[in-house]
């Protein structure tokens, strides 16, 4: 049974460039957690005051990232369903996606929340108190 992707090679460098893709984008987010952290360390003033920045900053990216963070994507899934398919529980299940919608949205959300971290990093880098040497 044939499926939505062409048989031809196309899908196959369509899928080897979305793990590329996925890759750098995974390698950056790692790449920039121990700045991120010594730069919320280098903050505080009181060196006994970091465990509880470090609690703030923890909560701070709960209550704005892992939090909405799925239930945003999660709309942007259900916006992009075609064929709605009601289960035995009385549960709807997607049964196909818009899948150019769907790599859209995810594209833009994705480019997106990087955009306003980058701009909230420019600013707190700009901002941020210079410590005397």
Excluded at 35 to 59: R, T, V, W, Y
Excluded at 88 to 101: F, H, M, P, R, T
Aim: proline share 4%.
């Amino acid at each position: 049974m044939n499926g939505l992707c062409p048989t031809d090679s196309s899908c196959s460098f369509r899928l080897v460039v979305s793990y590329v893709c996925i890759f750098l984008l995974m390698l950056m987010n790692a790449l920039t957690f121990l700045p991120f952290l010594k730069a919320a360390i280098g903050c505080i003033d009181n060196e006994e005051m970091n465990s509880i920045g470090l609690g703030f900053k923890q909560f701070f990216m709960n209550a704005f990232g892992t939090i909405p963070g799925p239930i945003i994507f999660g709309s942007v899934i259900d916006s992009t369903c075609v064929y709605w398919h009601d289960d035995v529980n009385d549960q709807s299940v997607c049964k196909l996606y818009n899948n150019e919608k769907f790599a859209f949205g995810f594209g833009i959300l994705g480019v997106g929340f990087k955009t306003v971290c980058f701009i909230l990093i420019v600013l707190s880098i700009r901002f941020a108190k210079k410590q005397p040497n």
